[in-house]
């Protein structure tokens, strides 16, 4: 019998990256990526074995943080978090989280449920202000600001990096295609050609 | 209308899904009345003009469930609470009276 089986697929097929001088936008396609809850009555605990692991603590508003072995912590909902890091060399945040928490936490793997989209540049604000209904103005949201809303209708995880400004957006990977189509558009009247 | 979420801040109505009175309470369905006390608790509603304690859930946000109190005819909103909280708070008070 033929051999059957999944093959990795990337979810950002039909796309085209945009970099000119006003937008640039990149799928990060090399994050391994874990959403984690706090068992009942253990956040404090959770959140020191956080600080022990990587010399932070969790966020407790809709915030972002980078702690230390190149993992950042996205608040996700009270007492949840999104955990993003690099790949790199087999690295799987699930396994980790679940090695390093144990009973503390409950972890479940989003690398593959997720993809992250970077958008940056001096239009960035404008064009995601077009679909999201957040006061992204310089006084309200800033490096380091998340959270939790939608994108023209699409469910996203949104915290912002800089302030060139550069913005990451988490969505689920069957909606990347909707999410495109909507931020091409939206980025149309600065330079940008639709895919 | 705009809902302050205590873990969001405030949001547009359009996050938000509206999930009925926060006042009722599930009977007892061991009841020897359980099944009129369930036809009240699902069906019967006075609907008064005035302040409301509502359920809302945060859908497209943190996915709270918040207990809003708003009035039903000026929209105004005095008071947002995790329902959780609520509940909580419920809990260690009737702990209390026993
Ligand atoms: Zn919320």
């Known amino acids: 019998m033929a051999k059957q089986g999944l093959t990795a697929t990337s979810a950002f097929l039909h796309w085209k990256p945009v970099a000119n001088s006003n ?3 990149d799928a990060r396609e090399t994050l391994t990526m874990a959403s984690f809850a706090a068992a ?3 956040k404090d605990e959770l959140n020191a074995a956080v600080r022990a692991a990587y010399g932070v603590d969790l966020p407790k508003t809709p915030s972002r943080v980078e702690g230390q072995q190149g993992v950042a ?4 909902g009270p007492e949840q978090w999104l955990a993003v890091a690099e790949r790199k060399d087999g690295r799987d945040l699930e396994t980790e989280f679940k090695k390093t928490f144990g009973p503390l936490a409950s972890v479940v793997d989003q690398s593959d449920g997720r993809v992250v989209v970077r ?7 404008e064009v995601l202000a077009k679909g999201i209904p957040l006061d ?9 600001s998340a959270a939790i809303t939608h994108a023209s209708h699409i469910g996203v995880i949104l915290w912002q990096i800089d302030d060139k400004p550069t913005y990451e957006v988490a969505l689920f990977r069957s909606y990347v295609d909707s999410f495109a189509h909507w931020l091409l558009d939206s980025a149309a009247e600065y330079g940008v050609a639709h895919a | 209308m705009r809902i302050a979420c205590p873990y969001c801040g405030e949001r547009s109505l359009d996050e938000f899904l509206y999930s009925g009175d926060a006042t009722v309470k599930r009977p007892d369905f061991a009841s020897p009345t359980a099944t009129e006390e369930f036809v009240s608790y699902v069906y019967e509603r006075t609907n008064p003009p005035g302040m409301h304690r509502e359920l809302w859930y945060h859908a497209a946000g943190c996915h709270a469930w918040l207990v809003v109190t708003r009035g039903v005819a000026t929209h105004q909103i005095t008071s947002v609470e995790a329902a959780r909280e609520v509940a909580l708070k419920e809990k ?7």
Do not use: C, N, Q
């Open chain 2, 92 to 98: 260690s008070a009737t702990k209390d009276t026993k």
């Open chain 1, 136 to 144: 992204l103005h310089e006084t309200a949201f800033r490096p380091g």
């Open chain 1, 40 to 42: 009942k009555g253990k």
């Open chain 1, 119 to 125: 958008i940056s540049g001096p239009r960035a604000r």
């Open chain 1, 73 to 76: 912590f996205v608040w996700a």
């Open chain 1, 23 to 25: 937008l640039t936008v």
